[in-house]
């Protein structure tokens, strides 16, 4: 800290406590003997036996994994279109119309836009036939639409600070508008789309609401099967899902957090190397 | 070296590496273009722009008129459960029907007036907490030396990936009757019997707060972040004290981080379903619940759909506002 | 001891080192032909009415500060801007609508523009790959002869980021030189590197330019740069061109006040033309006691309004009146700037106008010691005097 305010430092340990002492309690009595989750019973790994054993959970799980892929897929793929519209493409007729549909998900209540594509799959099953029924596709479909707007954010600020000479560099030696964008702009977003990605994915495995409104009578989701179990009660297998998903997110942040941090280090190292030796080629002499 | 050497060196070489065929000197404008090459020249901007478009149009805007348009529908048992508003009478004539009875409805019965009203207070109470909290933190990460800021970061961000169902049950557990607290408490002899904590207002409030301060936190991290230091030196070199150079600098600059977070914290809460059913009393009743049970337990779309669109009316300000602040700070981002 | 000392101009260009070049230059064809090209950008009006022939060979440099067009006329030159109005040729050919990967020209980016994803190699050979004709052997071979002209060669498995702003820099010339362009566009080369690097970097530019033979097209906002640099130099100004010409041409005889105050130093005094003759003209101006005396003719009516400039270093400063009836003045010292190498005197003349007057130092040593508040007399020669009529 540059300024060792108490202040500061205690708000800091009461917010960090407040975020985090819940999902520490859940972790510790997912370990928890007893069936109550108040009273301590000694240590045990019984609830995760029990919750593989779980048949409803586990097909939720992959129900959920399977719209989660999908629709963090389609929505990263419209997204960076769209972040590529409203960056690089200047006016085009309808952009306001565009900015306001593109944000607009990112606020917008979840019931709202659940009950709304409902009744859209119900009338458009009416019109047109399709989509027969309710299942994994409409709940995609909704979760892309939301999906893509976070996805659309991440990637515009990227594709905002990257260096447009660099898209002029190569189509001046030669690179067609498309080639250039595939084999240049894509791989310097990487970063964004790997971010948004995951944002996506995890958004899409969180969601509860959209999914409850757009989900047919055989698929239901992760956090369906848990939002039903939870209004029961308290159940301790519960407890073990939240451990292990909490331990799946947070070791995939640390990985990324480790990787970051050991470029960034390896770039400071190369580049001072260099500045190193740099300062040799003048001092012994210029050839030119 | 002398410049004799340049032209002659140059003739040479392009003798040497100039490919077979190439026009002599000339750009390769006839090199030939795949099918793919020439739709891409010819429609590639129509199409980036055409997939996302359609895509918005057709799965977040279409679906809202319809919303709009079953609203003024009337409930009927069957499938699809509303009436149709256009019918063909015979004759060929169009008849179009609007049913404004789902308003009235929604005006007439109190409890709609009272969940509306009492959403609002709900997401207002918990933005302006979300603030108090979220304010010194983003603060407090601001000024940290790098490598800490990092990690506090990384702390903050860290709930956004785990699950949101589960970090609301997580309160269950601590909130109820005989849940952490109140056994705490009742072990310390504080009380003799449990407080109830769970299904009141102020377990709402923990809940949203809860559930909500990342949002607040980042959006308020960004702007502070950016705050150049040197102006905060300034006014002290002018003879301003901390908290008033905290009131007159900071604050004022800090104001688009604040707006942003509050939007996030109060446009989905006013909606919000999850919380109030898991940690709210019955008394408090919800608008995103009255929706949800309208919807699931009623089977009422077109009250539903009307509650939808009364909502929206409220949230239009608020979310106009919100985009207004992205497109500002999208467009300076841009164009710096 | 007036005349004994004539200082040259700033002019640092290793002038003898290429005998001939610029006569041959002179000669040779012309690469880039610009015909009356207009571009605005809504109402703004970016390049002007602008027509300029660049020669094979060359090192141009279009010279201006900020917002003068001379980076806008660059990228059509690129092809990033399509002209409003106007032709550009290339080699020949025209070239006004032709997509920038289709031209046979390249650029180096002011922020280089590297690829931050590939090598130092792959960047290099991206170029050369694009026509998909090139044997791999022969890319090869030719990114080998880039990285050695620019002495990187031990660096060509690193990325872009792990160099140095120098280093950087020199990839970014291998790049853009790799396919062998009709022009090499450089977009304020060495902008982005620290002053001693820069001067450095110059001559070695040059060095290259030479060793190539392409011709080389450079923006630059500095004006020693373009003067160290250029064979000939383009001076912009809210997007025309002002005027074209050699350094030397430009600084000893600029054909505005823009150029004159623009392209180096110069004290400016506003007269009337009094006498116009064919070998001389006589300038009377309020701020000098006497008359001007310049020693050739004028195109310009008698009675107009033109302005005196007199480049600080070819004005000696002396103690002692000069007894001749023109070009002197008196005036007392106001300030000294002491730089090493020179010393700038500020003399507060007696009709009010500041001048300010150069003095090498070791001619200062020598000479009888001026200081503050002196009394001291401005003299120049009939032949050092340059004579704007706008």
């Given at each position: 800290?540059?300024?060792?305010?108490?202040?500061?430092?205690?708000?800091?340990?009461?917010?960090?406590?407040?975020?985090?002492?819940?999902?520490?309690?859940?972790?510790?009595?997912?370990?928890?003997?007893?069936?109550?989750?108040?009273?301590?019973?000694?240590?045990?790994?019984?609830?995760?036996?029990?919750?593989?054993?779980?048949?409803?959970?586990?097909?939720?799980?992959?129900?959920?994994?399977?719209?989660?892929?999908?629709?963090?897929?389609?929505?990263?793929?419209?997204g960076?279109?769209s972040a590529l519209m409203m960056v690089r493409f200047g006016r085009f007729r309808g952009r306001l119309l565009f900015t306001g549909m593109i944000t607009a998900p990112l606020v917008m209540?979840?019931?709202?836009?659940?009950?709304?594509?409902?009744?859209?799959?119900?009338?458009?099953?009416?019109?047109?036939?399709?989509?027969?029924?309710?299942?994994?596709?409409?709940?995609?479909?909704?979760?892309?639409?939301?999906?893509m707007a976070y996805v659309t954010v991440v990637v515009r600020a990227r594709l905002a600070g990257l260096?447009r000479?660099?898209?002029?560099?190569?189509?001046?030696?030669?690179?067609?508008?498309?080639?250039?964008?595939?084999?240049?702009?894509?791989?310097?977003?990487?970063?964004a789309?790997?971010?948004g990605?995951?944002?996506?994915?995890?958004?899409?495995?969180?969601?509860?609401?959209?999914?409850?409104?757009?989900?047919?009578?055989?698929?239901?989701?992760?956090?369906?099967?848990?939002?039903?179990?939870?209004?029961?009660?308290?159940?301790?297998?519960?407890?073990?899902?939240?451990?292990?998903?909490?331990?799946?997110?947070?070791?995939?942040?640390?990985?990324?957090?480790?990787?970051?941090?050991?470029?960034?280090?390896?770039?400071?190292?190369?580049?001072?190397?260099?500045?190193?030796?740099?300062?040799?080629?003048?001092?012994?002499?210029?050839?030119? | 070296?002398?410049?004799?050497?340049?032209?002659?060196?140059?003739?040479?070489?392009?003798?040497?590496?100039?490919?077979?065929?190439?026009?002599?000197?000339?750009?390769?404008?006839?090199?030939?273009?795949?099918?793919?090459?020439?739709?891409?020249?010819?429609?590639?901007?129509?199409?980036?722009?055409?997939?996302p478009?359609?895509?918005l149009?057709?799965?977040f805007?279409?679906?809202?008129?319809?919303?709009?348009?079953?609203?003024?529908?009337?409930?009927?048992?069957?499938?699809?459960?509303?009436?149709?508003?256009?019918?063909?009478?015979?004759?060929?004539?169009?008849?179009?029907?609007?049913?404004?009875?789902?308003?009235?409805?929604?005006?007439?019965?109190?409890?709609?007036?009272?969940?509306?009203?009492?959403?609002?207070?709900?997401?207002?109470?918990?933005t302006?907490?979300?603030l108090?909290?979220g304010y010194?933190?983003a603060?407090?990460?601001a000024?940290?030396?790098?490598?800490?800021?990092?990690?506090?970061?990384?702390?903050?961000?860290?709930?956004?990936?785990?699950?949101?169902?589960?970090?609301?049950?997580?309160?269950?557990?601590?909130?109820?009757?005989?849940?952490?607290?109140?056994?705490?408490?009742?072990?310390?002899?504080?009380?003799?019997?449990?407080?109830?904590?769970?299904?009141?207002?102020?377990?709402?409030?923990?809940?949203?707060?809860?559930?909500?301060?990342?949002f607040m936190v980042l959006p308020l991290y960004a702007t502070l972040e950016k705050l150049d230091?040197?102006l905060?030196?300034?006014?002290?070199?002018?003879?301003?004290?901390?908290?008033?150079?905290?009131?007159?600098v900071t604050l004022p600059l800090s104001l688009p981080g604040i707006v942003a977070g509050s939007m996030l914290v109060f446009i989905p809460?006013?909606?919000?379903?999850?919380?109030?059913?898991?940690?709210?009393?019955?008394?408090?009743?919800?608008?995103?619940?009255?929706?949800?049970?309208?919807?699931?337990?009623?089977?009422?779309?077109?009250?539903?759909?009307?509650?939808?669109?009364?909502?929206?009316?409220?949230l239009v300000v608020p979310i106009v506002i919100f985009q207004h602040h992205q497109q500002q700070h999208a467009d300076r981002t841009e164009a710096g | 001891?007036?005349?004994?000392?004539?200082?040259?101009?700033?002019?640092?260009?290793?002038?003898?080192?290429?005998?001939?070049?610029?006569?041959?230059?002179?000669?040779?064809?012309?690469?880039?032909?610009?015909?009356?090209?207009?571009?605005?950008?809504g109402?703004?009006?970016?390049?002007?009415?602008?027509?300029?022939?660049?020669?094979?060979?060359?090192?141009?440099?279009?010279?201006?500060?900020?917002?003068?067009?001379?980076?806008?006329?660059?990228?059509?030159?690129?092809?990033?801007?399509?002209?409003?109005?106007?032709?550009?040729?290339?080699?020949?050919?025209?070239?006004?609508?032709?997509?920038?990967?289709?031209?046979?020209?390249?650029?180096?980016?002011?922020?280089?523009?590297?690829?931050?994803?590939?090598?130092?190699?792959?960047?290099?050979?991206?170029?050369?790959?694009?026509?998909?004709?090139?044997?791999?052997?022969?890319?090869?071979?030719?990114?080998?002869?880039?990285?050695?002209?620019?002495?990187?060669?031990?660096?060509?498995?690193?990325?872009?980021?792990?160099?140095?702003?120098?280093?950087?820099?020199?990839?970014?010339?291998?790049?853009?030189?790799?396919?062998?362009?009709?022009?090499?566009?450089?977009?304020?080369?060495?902008?982005?590197?620290?002053?001693?690097?820069?001067?450095?970097?110059?001559?070695?530019?040059?060095?290259?330019?030479?060793?190539?033979?392409?011709?080389?097209?450079?923006?630059?906002?500095?004006?020693?740069?373009?003067?160290?640099?250029?064979?000939?130099?383009?001076?912009?100004?809210?997007?025309?061109?002002?005027?074209?010409?050699?350094?030397?041409?430009?600084?000893?005889?600029?054909?505005?006040?823009?150029?004159?105050?623009?392209?180096?130093?110069?004290?400016?005094?506003?007269?009337?033309?009094?006498?116009?003759?064919?070998?001389?003209?006589?300038?009377?101006?309020?701020?000098?006691?006497?008359?001007?005396?310049?020693?050739?003719?004028?195109?310009?009516?008698?009675?107009?309004?033109?302005?005196?400039?007199?480049?600080?270093?070819?004005?000696?400063?002396?103690?002692?009146?000069?007894?001749?009836?023109?070009?002197?003045?008196?005036?007392?010292?106001?300030?000294?700037?002491?730089?090493?190498?020179?010393?700038?005197?500020?003399?507060?003349?007696?009709?009010?106008?500041?001048?300010?007057?150069?003095?090498?130092?070791?001619?200062?040593?020598?000479?009888?010691?001026?200081?503050?508040?002196?009394?001291?007399?401005?003299?120049?020669?009939?032949?050092?005097?340059?004579?704007?009529?706008?």
């Amino acid at each position: 800290m540059q300024r060792r305010s108490p202040f500061l430092i205690a708000t800091l340990a009461f917010g960090f406590a407040f975020l985090y002492g819940p999902i520490l309690l859940l972790i510790l009595y997912s370990f928890n003997e007893s069936r109550l989750v108040t009273v301590w019973g000694g240590f045990s790994t019984k609830w995760y036996a029990e919750l593989f054993r779980d048949e409803q959970i586990l097909d939720a799980a992959l129900v959920s994994l399977r719209v989660g892929v999908f629709s963090a897929t389609i929505a990263t793929v419209l997204g960076t279109l769209s972040a590529l519209m409203m960056v690089r493409f200047g006016r085009f007729r309808g952009r306001l119309l565009f900015t306001g549909m593109i944000t607009a998900p990112l606020v917008m209540p979840e019931v709202i836009t659940g009950l709304s594509l409902l009744l859209l799959f119900v009338a458009l099953e009416t019109a047109i036939g399709w989509p027969a029924g309710r299942g994994v596709d409409t709940i995609t479909i909704a979760h892309t639409t939301f999906c893509m707007a976070y996805v659309t954010v991440v990637v515009r600020a990227r594709l905002a600070g990257l260096d447009r000479s660099v898209e002029e560099a190569a189509m001046d030696l030669g690179a067609r508008p498309l080639k250039a964008f595939l084999v240049i702009t894509l791989p310097m977003l990487m970063p964004a789309l790997v971010s948004g990605w995951l944002l996506g994915f995890t958004l899409s495995l969180d969601d509860l609401v959209i999914a409850s409104f757009v989900a047919g009578p055989s698929s239901t989701t992760l956090p369906m099967v848990v939002f039903s179990s939870v209004r029961l009660g308290i159940s301790p297998k519960i407890n073990a899902l939240a451990t292990l998903l909490v331990i799946l997110a947070t070791v995939t942040i640390l990985i990324a957090a480790w990787i970051l941090w050991r470029q960034e280090r390896e770039r400071d190292r190369a580049v001072s190397q260099a500045l190193a030796e740099d300062k040799g080629r003048h001092a012994t002499g210029r050839r030119a | 070296m002398t410049g004799a050497a340049g032209p002659e060196a140059r003739e040479q070489a392009e003798r040497t590496w100039a490919s077979p065929g190439a026009s002599p000197g000339g750009p390769d404008r006839d090199r030939p273009l795949t099918p793919i090459q020439r739709l891409v020249a010819r429609f590639g901007r129509g199409l980036v722009i055409a997939t996302p478009y359609g895509w918005l149009l057709l799965f977040f805007l279409l679906p809202f008129i319809i919303v709009l348009k079953i609203s003024f529908a009337e409930f009927r048992l069957g499938v699809p459960p509303y009436t149709p508003l256009v019918t063909w009478l015979e004759g060929g004539y169009l008849h179009l029907k609007l049913a404004l009875g789902n308003y009235l409805f929604l005006l007439d019965d109190p409890l709609y007036i009272t969940a509306y009203l009492t959403s609002l207070k709900v997401a207002l109470v918990s933005t302006v907490i979300a603030l108090l909290i979220g304010y010194p933190m983003a603060y407090a990460i601001a000024r940290s030396t790098p490598p800490w800021r990092s990690v506090f970061l990384l702390l903050v961000i860290l709930p956004f990936w785990t699950s949101f169902l589960i970090r609301v049950y997580a309160w269950i557990g601590i909130l109820k009757n005989n849940g952490l607290i109140n056994n705490a408490l009742m072990a310390l002899g504080v009380i003799d019997e449990p407080l109830p904590l769970l299904n009141t207002e102020v377990s709402l409030y923990v809940g949203i707060v809860y559930s909500y301060l990342p949002f607040m936190v980042l959006p308020l991290y960004a702007t502070l972040e950016k705050l150049d230091v040197s102006l905060l030196e300034a006014a002290a070199d002018l003879g301003s004290r901390p908290f008033k150079t905290f009131l007159t600098v900071t604050l004022p600059l800090s104001l688009p981080g604040i707006v942003a977070g509050s939007m996030l914290v109060f446009i989905p809460a006013v909606g919000e379903f999850v919380i109030p059913d898991l940690l709210g009393g019955a008394d408090t009743l919800m608008i995103g619940k009255v929706l949800w049970s309208e919807f699931f337990s009623n089977r009422d779309w077109p009250v539903a759909s009307a509650v939808a669109i009364a909502m929206l009316v409220f949230l239009v300000v608020p979310i106009v506002i919100f985009q207004h602040h992205q497109q500002q700070h999208a467009d300076r981002t841009e164009a710096g | 001891m007036i005349d004994t000392v004539v200082p040259q101009g700033p002019a640092a260009r290793p002038e003898g080192s290429r005998p001939g070049a610029m006569q041959r230059r002179a000669e040779a064809p012309p690469i880039i032909d610009i015909q009356d090209v207009v571009k605005t950008f809504g109402d703004f009006v970016a390049v002007d009415h602008v027509s300029l022939t660049i020669r094979e060979g060359e090192l141009f440099a279009l010279l201006g500060g900020s917002g003068c067009g001379k980076t806008t006329l660059l990228r059509m030159l690129a092809g990033f801007e399509q002209p409003t109005a106007g032709r550009i040729l290339i080699g020949g050919q025209d070239m006004t609508r032709t997509a920038p990967y289709d031209r046979p020209v390249n650029m180096m980016f002011q922020s280089y523009a590297l690829f931050p994803h590939m090598t130092v190699e792959a960047n290099v050979a991206f170029g050369l790959r694009q026509d998909g004709r090139l044997p791999r052997a022969r890319i090869r071979e030719r990114v080998r002869e880039m990285l050695d002209l620019v002495q990187l060669a031990p660096f060509a498995k690193r990325k872009p980021h792990h160099l140095s702003g120098g280093q950087r820099q020199r990839v970014a010339l291998a790049r853009s030189l790799a396919k062998h362009p009709k022009v090499l566009l450089l977009d304020e080369p060495l902008a982005a590197l620290d002053k001693k690097l820069r001067e450095e970097t110059q001559l070695e530019l040059v060095c290259i330019q030479e060793r190539v033979g392409t011709t080389f097209v450079v923006v630059t906002h500095d004006q020693e740069e373009a003067m160290t640099m250029a064979d000939r130099v383009a001076i912009m100004d809210t997007g025309r061109i002002v005027q074209v010409d050699t350094p030397h041409a430009l600084y000893e005889y600029p054909n505005t006040r823009f150029v004159a105050e623009f392209f180096g130093t110069v004290n400016l005094f506003q007269g009337v033309l009094v006498e116009d003759e064919p070998d001389h003209v006589l300038i009377r101006s309020d701020a000098l006691a006497r008359p001007v005396y310049v020693g050739h003719g004028i195109s310009a009516r008698e009675a107009a309004t033109v302005w005196v400039a007199l480049r600080p270093e070819k004005i000696a400063i002396s103690k002692q009146a000069p007894d001749t009836p023109h070009n002197w003045d008196s005036g007392i010292v106001e300030d000294i700037v002491y730089l090493g190498g020179i010393s700038t005197f500020h003399v507060r003349m007696d009709g009010g106008a500041l001048a300010r007057v150069t003095m090498q130092n070791l001619e200062r040593m020598a000479a009888p010691e001026i200081t503050w508040d002196d009394r001291v007399y401005l003299s120049w020669r009939h032949d050092n005097i340059v004579v704007v009529t706008s």
